[in-house]
């Protein structure tokens, strides 16, 4: 839907492009998609019931990964229902509103758990590891709360910014956003004003902060391989990696996620790759989440046991 204006056609509402044309594929897609959903919403709930009723994982460490397991399930549930509903009833338009609520929502909860928790995380494991005796000072309740708080409200003022800058723009050219989803270097590429102060704007806020974080956080595991290499006892030195593994598999996930979408963008016409390999970095990381923390955590597991004895 369009509304003409002064010889200019203004977008009503935008069309998201779908996983296939094929009826049959499309129900298939939006049945695995729903799948990988509620595996992924279930699991990330199941941490946080466990890190919340298990007074063992009372700890900053499992306070944190209680916050990641909460984005988490919120992150999932931005583009993955829409895009299962979607792909099912064949129904690909989105508003305007709904297109911008989504664009702010993505941002904040990608900014907040890759740019800000992982970071606390990292964190947490250099103190814990490097600085023991120090530890409940320095990740006392209330600074982890402090931190938490931080995470959020700089993270608003971050989406907020990115999203009203994309939505300041007209968009005239095309409706149609070449992508399961509304993000901004889509966006931009079917705008018709001048975006080049937005695509400047996006590179740098994104290379400041993510350089900057890991920065941070390639930093604290260098600190904490050289101190525990030097632990005398192999057990000890075991024990130790096993707590900083699950972090460095999901840091390495969404690098590796997150460099795809700033370097190799999807493409003016779209396609199938590009939709495909977008799920990998807007719904796989979240879903493998409690899954990489579940079969790496001694803690979790046993925790999980327990609360399945007492429900059976």
């Known amino acids: 839907t369009s509304l003409k204006i002064s010889n200019y056609t203004v977008v009503a509402e935008f ?29 990330n709930l199941l941490i946080v019931m466990i890190t ?10 499992y306070f944190f990964l209680r916050n ?8 999932l549930s931005i583009t993955a229902p ?40 990292a964190r947490d494991r250099y103190v814990a590891i490097c600085h023991p005796l120090h530890y409940p000072v320095i990740m006392s309740p ?15 003022v971050y989406a907020g910014f990115h999203t009203g800058y994309t939505f300041r723009l007209s968009f005239c050219h095309s409706n149609v956003v ?11 590429r079917i705008s018709c004003s001048d975006t080049f102060s937005n695509n400047l704007s996006l590179i740098v806020s994104d290379v400041v902060v993510g350089a900057g974080c890991y920065a941070f956080i390639i930093a604290s595991y260098v600190c ?26 999901v840091v390495s996930l969404f690098i590796i996620s997150g460099t795809y979408v700033y370097f190799h963008p999807p493409s ?5 790759k590009d939709i495909i390999l977008s799920v990998f970095y807007t719904v796989i990381p979240p879903f493998l989440n409690p899954i990489i923390y579940s079969l790496r955590n001694k803690q979790i597991k046993g925790a999980i046991r327990i609360l399945m004895k007492r429900t059976l």
């Open 15 to 43: 069309l998201l492009m779908g996983f296939s044309d094929i009826r049959e594929l499309q129900i298939l897609y939006s049945f695995l998609l729903f799948l990988i959903y509620c595996a992924g919403l279930m699991g």
């Open 52 to 61: 919340t009723f298990d007074r063992r994982l009372h700890t900053p460490m």
């Open 68 to 75: 990641l397991s909460m984005v988490d399930a919120c992150y």
């Open 82 to 121: 829409q895009a299962s509903v979607n792909s099912l009833v064949n129904n690909r338009i989105i508003s305007v509103t709904g297109c911008a609520a989504q664009v702010f929502l993505m941002v904040f909860m990608g900014y907040v758990e890759f740019l800000t928790l992982l970071t606390v995380m």
């Open 142 to 156: 209330r600074v982890c709360l402090q931190m938490t708080i931080t995470c959020l409200l700089t993270g608003l």
């Open 178 to 188: 070449h992508q399961f989803f509304c993000d901004i270097p889509s966006l931009l």
């Open 224 to 249: 904490i391989f050289s101190t525990v290499l030097k632990f005398p006892v192999k057990e000890d030195q075991k024990k130790a990696f096993s707590t900083c593994i699950p972090h460095i598999t």
């Open 268 to 272: 003016d016409s779209g396609s199938l």
